[in-house]
Nanobody, 124 residues
Framework: QVQLVESGGGLVQAGGSLRLSCAASGRTFSPLHTGWFRQVPGKEREFLAA????????AYADSIKGRFRISRDNAKNTVYLQMNSLKPDDTAVYYC?????????????????WGQGTQVTVSS
């Protein structure tokens, strides 16, 4: 079973940038596709971006398109989310999820492996 650990969150001013990391470890028997999600207390979890294991396909939510970029380094078993032009509305707990099926990531990753999340706070 794969373990995922997110890092890189913190407090940043509006207009600033952060890069989140999602490091995978443990036993995996197939390539894993990965997605980033976020959740604000009291609201539903929101899909942000996804990337295939090869990096050949990516997908983004309209709400962050053009500001966030997902990438991966398979040699380091790590997926990144570069976040630019941050807004106070981006404040949330950010999670990564991994799954052998890319379609399940795009569908919300409800059956996938999840990390514990990292807090991002954007001040105005």
């Amino acid at each position: 079973q794969v373990q995922l650990v997110e890092s890189g969150g913190g407090l940043v001013q509006a207009g600033g940038s952060l890069r989140l990391s999602c490091a995978a470890s443990g036993r995996t028997f197939s390539p894993l596709h990965t997605g980033w999600f976020r959740q604000v207390p009291g609201k539903e979890r929101e899909f942000l971006a996804a990337i295939t294991w090869s990096g050949g396909q990516t997908a983004y939510a309209d709400s962050i398109k053009g500001r966030f970029r997902i990438s991966r380094d398979n040699a380091k078993n790590t997926v990144y989310l570069q976040m630019n032009s941050l807004k106070p509305d981006d404040t949330a707990v950010y999670y990564c999820a991994a799954d052998p099926r890319y379609s399940r990531i795009l569908a919300g990753a409800t059956e996938s492996s999840w990390g514990q999340g990292t807090q991002v706070t954007v001040s105005s």
